[in-house]
């Protein structure tokens, strides 16, 4: 009993975990994230008639990646992120890089390869020093792809 209710508690403690997003340009590695959403890719339906059928026949069109949006308390490392995008917005240079998901001790589950990416938009929200909440800082990137199938920036 004692060691399924370790094995339990393991598993909901194994549940935790954080993103680490790394540019492949050393200058910007852009830390920890607590949440990353947008990490999505679907396929538009191509469908023909084959010669004298009646019958469709379809496949997939080309992937389109939505943008992914990540947010963390504001910390150190929006220092990093604000470097970034201020020599961004200076001149523009499309980089590549990865999203790691790490679990509670560090290593990391899957990543995430990006393609091309770039960022549209960043923000923190209103903060007081009366507030037991933090600063939450939000940075949209958009990118070409995750996947590795060919269709979309050229690698």
Same mark, same amino acid.
């Given at each position: 009993? !004692? &060691?399924?209710?370790?094995?339990?508690?393991?598993? &909901?403690?194994?549940?935790?975990?954080?993103? =680490?997003?790394?540019?492949?340009?050393?200058?910007?590695?852009?830390?920890?994230?607590?949440?990353?959403?947008?990490? &999505?890719?679907?396929?538009?339906?191509?469908?023909? *008639?084959?010669?004298?059928?009646?019958?469709?026949?379809?496949?997939?069109?080309?992937?389109?990646?939505?943008?992914?949006?990540?947010? *963390?308390?504001?910390?150190?490392?929006?220092?990093? =992120?604000?470097?970034?995008? =201020?020599?961004?917005? *200076? *001149?523009?240079?499309?980089?590549?890089? !990865?999203?790691?998901?790490?679990?509670?001790?560090?290593?990391?589950?899957?990543?995430?390869?990006?393609?091309?990416?770039?960022?549209?938009?960043?923000?923190?929200?209103?903060?007081?020093?009366?507030?037991?909440?933090?600063?939450?800082?939000?940075?949209?990137?958009?990118?070409?792809?995750?996947?590795?199938?060919?269709?979309?920036?050229?690698?």
């Amino acid at each position: 009993m !004692a &060691q399924a209710a370790a094995e339990f508690l393991f598993d &909901q403690v194994a549940m935790t975990h954080r993103f =680490v997003v790394r540019i492949d340009k050393d200058d910007y590695d852009l830390g920890s994230w607590t949440k990353v959403s947008g990490l &999505q890719v679907t396929w538009g339906k191509h469908f023909h *008639r084959p010669g004298e059928s009646n019958d469709l026949a379809g496949v997939p069109g080309e992937p389109s990646y939505t943008e992914i949006e990540l947010a *963390r308390a504001a910390c150190s490392d929006s220092a990093t =992120v604000r470097k970034w995008l =201020v020599e961004t917005s *200076r *001149r523009f240079e499309p980089l590549s890089g !990865a999203i790691h998901m790490l679990d509670f001790v560090g290593t990391p589950i899957i990543t995430w390869e990006l393609k091309q990416f770039f960022p549209t938009s960043w923000a923190i929200t209103g903060f007081e020093s009366t507030s037991a909440k933090p600063a939450i800082e939000v940075l949209k990137i958009a990118h070409t792809g995750f996947l590795d199938d060919e269709s979309g920036a050229q690698q």
